[in-house]
């Protein structure tokens, strides 16, 4: 429950038995319907109180399940997200992995060409 609910559950509560305990003692009645009447706005107060933290208590519960469910939603887009992801990165690796394939192909065809001229060259007779 929150701080603000607490207060005015406790405002409630307070400010009945300070009316409640000013209008009986003002009241011209003998002790024990003084007493009666203080025991009759108690119970009444009480029954205040425990319906204002039910309501209180009402509006946590649904505040909380709303919160918890947005959490779960998150936590569904952000698990789509990363699947998505795992398979982007899966496809770059695999097209990177082709063209380092390809480009080490063509390195080693280049090396073979350059070994080959060098040969021919190094086989020419000097003129």
Not at 21 to 46: H, N, V, Y
């Amino acid at each position: 429950m929150a701080e603000k609910d607490w207060d005015l559950v406790k405002g409630v509560v307070v400010g009945g038995l300070i009316g409640a305990a000013i209008g009986i003692l003002f009241a011209p009645k003998s002790g024990k319907e003084t007493r009666q009447d203080i025991a009759d706005k108690a119970d009444e107060l009480l029954v205040k109180a425990k319906a204002e933290y039910e309501k209180t208590a009402e509006k946590s519960k649904a505040a909380y399940e709303a919160a918890v469910k947005r959490l779960k939603d998150a936590e569904s887009v952000a698990k789509e997200k990363v699947e998505e992801l795992e398979g982007k990165v899966s496809e770059l690796a695999h097209q990177s992995a082709e063209t380092l394939s390809e480009s080490k192909s063509r390195l080693k065809k280049a090396i073979d060409a350059g070994k080959e001229a060098y040969r021919e060259e190094k086989e020419k007779p000097m003129v």
